[in-house]
């Protein structure tokens, strides 16, 4: 018997719980930095020491934090149905839990490339990234072709390559689960839209959401407790 798609899709909500701090609910800082100062294009150009040493303290915090029981509950899923997670996080959570199909819509921290590739030019291939683990990259450091190494990292002012990976994802689910998400952060906060007339939509997030659509049930909860809540409601069906 073919397995229903379930489509995940995860932001900063389902990583809190395991100590990464979010920005969006700090007045747009991010560990006390403007995020237009360390997530955008203008700001590598204008302090590329800067946005390194950042990321290179995002990747020592992310070596010390483990998957939290949302990130279980969501690869556990895989066990009875067809799972697609899309995460707007940049963390590798969703992999260490176990999920198998993970579509990165912000980048992957883990991950470095040149910082002339992997764009359109070359049609966002990825064959020049390259994985660090937790280690630090500094300014100097290049890649074979000789290109300064940035983090693998969407920023502000830069496109969202995997978004139509997303769209198929969202479109061909039986059931969407978004969980962590505000909703606030395009084009990630129009997924939903896509989805097929007679999918239900299920959102985890312990804050008001402003979706006004029919097929929405909200769970009012944080990620780990509203995983709970979806599990029983996916019995009882």
Not at 90 to 103: W, Y
Request: aromatic letters at 8%; a negative charge.
């Amino acid at each position: 018997m073919k397995k229903m798609k379930i489509t995940v899709l995860t932001g900063a909500g389902v990583s809190a719980e395991s100590g990464i701090s979010t920005f969006r609910d700090s007045d747009g800082l991010w560990e006390n930095h403007d995020v237009r100062d360390v997530a955008s294009i203008e700001g590598w150009q204008r302090n590329p020491f800067l946005v390194m040493d950042f990321y290179n303290a995002r990747r020592a915090q992310l070596a010390d934090v483990r998957p939290n029981p949302a990130h279980m509950a969501i690869a556990a899923l895989e066990e009875e149905f067809e799972v697609t997670v899309v995460t707007q996080n940049v963390d590798n959570l969703h992999e260490r839990a176990g999920s198998t199909k993970v579509i990165h819509l912000h980048g992957e921290l883990t991950k470095v490339r040149p910082e002339n590739c992997c764009n359109e030019y070359d049609g966002f291939s990825e064959e020049t990234v390259f994985d660090v683990g937790f280690e630090p990259v500094q300014i100097g450091d290049v890649a074979p072709n000789g290109a300064q190494l940035r983090p693998h990292i969407v920023w502000f002012g830069e496109a969202v390559p995997k978004i139509d990976q997303a769209v198929d994802a969202v479109e061909s689910a039986d059931i969407l689960l978004i969980v962590g998400t505000s909703l606030q952060v395009y084009p990630a906060a129009g997924l939903y839209r896509y989805a097929r007339v007679d999918t239900p939509i299920y959102i985890i997030d312990p804050k008001d959401v402003s979706v006004r659509d029919g097929r929405v049930t909200h769970i009012k909860d944080v990620a780990t407790k509203g995983m709970e809540t979806f599990k029983n409601i996916l019995k009882s069906k």
